[in-house]
């Protein structure tokens, strides 16, 4: 059983900063490309960035330049930081992972995820 667990969401006025984090857990040998993605009202699920285990980035044109996604492999951790934040980032965000279990089974695995509200 695999399980995302993200934190960092809050209230922020337009122009300041947060950053997303998402712990996994559970029985991992590996996990592949982890990313970030959200669900704004009315919305979609879009992707924001994502992070292969080498440390390749992609990220969706309207966040290149104002977020930055990291990963931590020891940890089994991702991050997100964001910068510039504008009121069209509100969302929740939720964390992704491609894992491979102890069983060698794999799983596209989902987060809880975080409400991010950006006021002007």
């Known amino acids: 059983q695999v399980q995302l667990v993200e934190s960092g969401g809050g209230l922020v006025q337009a122009g300041g900063s947060l950053r997303l984090s998402c712990a996994a857990s559970?029985?991992?040998?590996?996990?592949?490309?982890m990313g970030w993605y959200r669900q704004g009202p009315g919305k979609e699920r879009e992707l924001v960035a994502t992070?292969?285990?080498?440390?390749?980035?992609d990220y969706a044109d309207s966040e290149k330049g104002r977020f930055t996604i990291s990963r931590d492999n020891g940890k089994n951790t991702v991050s997100l930081q964001m910068n510039s934040l504008k009121p069209e980032d509100t969302a929740v965000y939720y964390c992704?992972?491609?894992?491979?279990?102890?069983?060698?089974?794999?799983?596209?695995?989902w987060g809880q995820g975080t409400q991010v509200t950006v006021s002007s």
């Open positions: 559970g029985s991992i040998l590996k996990i592949n490309t």
């Open positions: 992704n992972a491609r894992v491979v279990t102890t069983t060698l089974q794999w799983y596209d695995v």
């Open positions: 992070i292969t285990s080498g440390g390749t980035t």
